[in-house]
């Protein structure tokens, strides 16, 4: 399998996001900052040369790969990112379009938590996946296994991607907690996950089809 370098890339600003709503499998359209936020990391990846693209299936980050790709000279015959919804945020099952603030409160509480940050400091990011899913009233939030399952997916369809030659890069739209949760897996605790990555941000990885490894966060 080829070495390649993966550009992770946070999505624009959503309405969702300005109203702190959870955003996962649902969806709310790019707000004006969420244009800037795409143009500005079009600017930052202008000379890099793609040779594939990924985007998660939301429209959110077809749009923000969409301005990306439109923008890059660098790369030829890449006009669209290939979606798929391996690289969908989290499924917060009937918690989606609900105050972040309050249903994280209702997912700490068992344990005397009372916000996202009380359960990564005192858990984990997976952790905080799978007391979601007892909170759900409907159990139909993902968990960390079922989370994994489907990530791990989108990363073995880069593998078998037939075209990518070593050195190759590879951009790749996806969202904030995946985000988060990869630094969890991968970035030997070198990084801040009370600081997440923000809309428009970089983050790079080393993938070689088995192994992956953190270059940078939140560039």
Do not use: C
Not at 1 to 26: C, D, E, P, V
Not at 205 to 217: H, M, N, P
């Amino acid at each position: 399998m080829a070495k390649l370098t993966l550009y992770l890339i946070r999505h624009g600003q959503t309405y969702f996001n300005i109203y702190n709503k959870l955003q996962g499998w649902s969806n709310s359209p790019l707000t004006k900052q969420g244009y800037n936020d795409a143009n500005l990391a079009a600017n930052k990846v202008a000379n890099v040369a793609f040779a594939a693209a990924y985007s998660s299936d939301t429209t959110r980050a077809q749009e923000t790969a969409a301005v990306i790709l439109d923008k890059n000279q660098a790369s030829t015959g890449l006009q669209v990112a290939q979606s798929t919804p391996f690289l969908r945020e989290q499924f917060y099952g009937s918690f989606e379009g609900d105050n972040m603030d309050e249903v994280w409160a209702k997912v700490g509480a068992p344990a005397g938590l009372k916000n996202f940050k009380e359960i990564v400091d005192t858990f984990s990011i997976n952790k905080a996946k799978d007391m979601m899913k007892v909170a759900d009233p409907f159990h139909d939030a993902e968990d960390s296994s079922e989370y994994w399952q489907r990530v791990d997916q989108a990363f073995a369809l880069i593998a078998s991607n037939p075209k990518l030659q070593d050195g190759d890069n590879v951009l790749v739209i996806s969202h904030g907690n995946t985000l988060l949760s990869l630094m969890e897996r991968y970035g030997a605790g070198k990084f801040d996950l009370s600081v997440r990555p923000a809309n428009g941000s970089v983050t790079r990885l080393a993938f070689d089809g088995k192994t992956i490894s953190v270059l940078g966060y939140n560039e």
